[in-house]
């Protein structure tokens, strides 16, 4: 006879590998439970106990996913007398492949935990009965009934709200975060398993647990019994769930644990069993972004019901009429009368949202979803809805949120479809962290925080006098991406010209705008990606800006697009660079002149004024220093007291001198010593082997072959200054490369080892490479686009070094775990690069890149 261990294993692997292909998640999670709940009471036997077993969390709600936690309370009146029963009863659940996780509770835990822990609290309303004593069972659930007095119940609501708050600043607070956890990020489970807590402790009732169904099922069931919700909007809901649902279920099955991070590799795999191969993982995945939203707007809307009834209600006598359609009481509009709405007055609606710093009650806002859900083409007048969405524009704040929930239930959409078009659009494997509608949505409320900075921005934001333009220019920046992401500036320009044509804008006002989304990307790629200090840049970027004011306008809409990326894509370093492209661009449009002869003002140097720096150095060695580097970023780029340190170096006449600094949240390592061809590979490889982050290098050469290499680095795994007791390990280390006695090759390969429990963490994109070569006046620059790896910039300036490549400069841009890296170069003559040698350079480069990956 089957003993109950390999009954259990026998029916869960049954389980397992039927469901492991199919999508009824619910039908999965329900059958499971049951599983369980069969195999415990099989356990149990007939032995009578004086306390109650019942199942809590997921299992209670039937909604068990294949690795979540078999949660068991065990109640009892007094646990004095029991222990030993309730050890053994959890020990033969376990020695048969039962790996329940128990609590043991008594009747004094319920004040106890009702102020101490609501996390604790809450899994008390949700339990099921499973064996024992059914009647301490039922005096157990009175009594958490019966402690919930009026106040309680208000200050239970409000902590669960919060709850909301806390649960989103961890997770995610969009219900469009690319990698989101399926369970805690907004638009999640817990967002509707949050809402039945507050249906219970709002109804002091629990949620019927007889039906053999599932908790939402049963839910839902008394939502749409209780007209909270529509018949259509109980099934979108539910859909909605059970589509998250199969989700985390699939993640288990598929890692074999418990997960709920949805990232990049796991869509991918879940996606084809719901039919989407890779190239259309993009479809997928809005379908789960719609799900995903629509919990979080009915989360939402339950969120404000809850607060209005905890807030006491202002008499209809203080509200504020509006127009013949809305009125204003306190901060809720609501709409007078039942009429019908056309698009022309729901965007009145959000113009007084906005201006008021308003929202919605529930009806009209139930009523704009239902209005949005129910039409795919929905009709509007031109003139009148283009004028409301020009007001909203034009608003003195709030423009960013009213965008935002515009956009969240549907009238965005509606109003632009192209704009449509980019809800739940993302681009698999590269770094931004939100949906392109959500990216937008962010920029635009990033841009508008500006207003209470004192900051250069700030001040910038503050005296522009287009914003309604730069509004524009962020809103349809990304607009041609569904399109094509290779280009979708150049379409997106055509398609704010078409759209702000229909939308009664002037020719100057859409020549403005397009001239924003055709060069949202110069001003980053430039400052992030080129010499600064070179010429040719400023004089290829100015050359594209026709007035102060487009500069403005551009680079606030670059600083709002990068921001709005992931939060650690705006760093101080980008900033600064940002920044320095502005301040010498617009020097050069205020007194119309060419980059050189900006450089050239700025970098006459008085010997004295950096020999005071030091009692060592005389004017004459200064003179002969900066005559020596034929190269006028280098005034710029150092300051007179760095400067006098270098000449206080290099008179030393020692091998190597190594400078350390703090500098603007990053750590700046400066290197002299004499010039040889794999110098800087082996400073990357030092660097790299102590675990340093290089984000930027700058190599200036003296004319008898002294460097002086700067960088920018942070801690690889910290990413912030690195600690100076790890100052002189990396000395010593550079030394014994310069000098050949430093295994480097081996020491680089070494790290694969020392890091791979935490290499595919950090480094999970698995991008395109791409090698391309760029005109230059003096040098050739090659750009590198590749995903990041540990030692990637050894590998590949190594590589550089045996092509006979020379490296004059280099900016290395690190896009989350992609690396955007530019090299100034020149070949073995020490001239520019033959086209002729591209392919074999480009080939060899992406080979050596190949290895690492």
Known sequence: M????????????????????????LNFSKEYSFLIEEIIREIAGQNKYNFVVASSGSFSRRELSPYSDIDLIFIAESVSGNEKKIADLVKTFWDNGLEVSHTVRNFTDIPKYLFDDLHTFTQFFETRYLLGLEKIYNKWNEALLKIITDDIRIDLIKRV????????????????????????????????????WMHIFRNKALLNKQEETTQIEAFIKILREQSTVSSE??????????????VRNLLHLNSKQRTDRFEFSDQIRIAKIFGFDEEHLADFMK???????????????????????????LPDSLAIVLDDDFELKGKIISQRNNSELTLSDILRAYYYRGLYTARFDKTLRSYIIEKMEGSDDFSWHEGESSVFFREILKLPKNVG????????????????????????????????CYTADEHTIVAIQNIENLANQSSQLGRIFYRASEKEMLFLGLMFHDIAKPINISGHEIIGAEMASSIMNKLGYSETEIDLVSFLVKNHLVMEQTAFRRNLNDPETLNNFSSLINSIEDLELLYLLTYADLSAVNP????????????????????MLEDKISGEELLHSSTYIIPKEISKHSKKISDAHVKDHIESIDDVAYSHNFSPEEIAIHVEEINKGNSLSVVFKELNGFTNITVITKDFPSLLSKICGVLAINDVNIHDAKIFTRKEGIVIDTFNVTDFRTQIKIDEERFKIIEIDLDRAVNGILPLGKEVASLKSKWWRIESKIFKKTGQIKVAFEHHEKYTIIDVHSPDRLGFLYHVTTKMNELGLNIYFAKIATQGDLIVDAFYVLGRNNKKISPNDYEFIKSELTEAIIKIL
């Open 233 to 246: 909007e109980a099934m979108r809901l539910l859909g909605s769930y059970k589509l998250l649902l199969t």
């Open 287 to 313: 379908i789960y972004f719609r799900a995903a939203i629509a919990i979080n707007r009915f989360s939402k809307t339950m969120i404000k019901q809850y607060n209005d009834e905890i807030l006491a209600t």
């Open 161 to 196: 709200i919060d709850e909301f708050s806390e649960r989103y600043k961890k997770h995610g607070d969009s219900p469009k975060v690319l990698e989101p956890n399926v369970k805690l990020s907004a638009g999640g489970l817990r967002d509707l398993q949050a809402v039945e």
């Open 401 to 432: 949120a009213t965008l935002a929930s515009m956009n969240e239930l549907g009238v965005l959409g509606a109003l632009i479809p192209e704009f449509k078009d980019l809800n739940g659009f993302l681009q698999h494997g590269v770094y931004h």
């Open 2 to 25: 089957i003993n109950i261990k390999e009954k259990f294993f026998t029916k869960q692997e049954e389980l397992f590998s039927k469901h492991g292909k199919q999508i009824d998640s």
């Open 568 to 587: 650690a894509v705006w760093t101080n370093w980008k900033s600064e660079l940002l920044s320095e492209l502005y301040r010498k661009t617009r020097a």
